[in-house]
């Protein structure tokens, strides 16, 4: 039996006849949508990853120039570093939702979190890339990839590979986006 004082504190029955209920279809909708950015943040992990394993090969013998001289490297060899973290972390937190039907986060600090930093670090890898690029054309013009050409080609390597990853955490991004829509519209991160 119910406890009167639920009544008396001006507590209702608030409850719905079946909380939780999700049918099966909308459950699997929302689980193939989950792991559709799975695959996307997968791919932009393995991208930036290169990316940051390629320009942190970059060195040859001592007379060769290294991509730790170069600002612009440096940067793209940090910003690449931090999306493979975010991308390892995320991963983690879609494989805990896909699997236990909940989120990590309260479902809208995870929805907000998630778009934001998509966007944050789409930003950042793009902003490095272009930078990047901006140097290997520099190092073009200037001869210094007659003279070492092995270098200048890993570079290039690393900087397109950060391009790619770019555009697949660009991807996600607008899944992302997607979901605080559909919050922001029905009150869950997907609309069903």
Known sequence: MRSPQVLRNGGGDNRSPTPGFHSTVAERKLRRF???????????????????????????????????????FRFVLAANAIVAVYSVFEMGA???EISRGVTIFPE?????????????????????????TSTARTLRHADTCTDSIAFCVQSDIAISLAYAAFLFLGFTSLLSGFRVVCFIVSGSRFYL
């Open 108 to 132: 809208v600090l995870q929805v907000w979190f998630d778009f934001g930093h998509d966007q944050v670090f789409a930003y950042l890898l793009l902003a490095a890339s272009a930078a990047g």
């Open 34 to 72: 989950n792991s559709l950015i799975l695959f996307f943040r997968l791919i932009s992990f393995s991208f930036s990853f290169a990316s940051f394993v390629f320009m942190l090969t970059d060195t040859r013998d001592s007379d060769s120039p290294h991509w730790y001289d170069f600002e612009s």
């Open 94 to 96: 879609l494989v805990w």
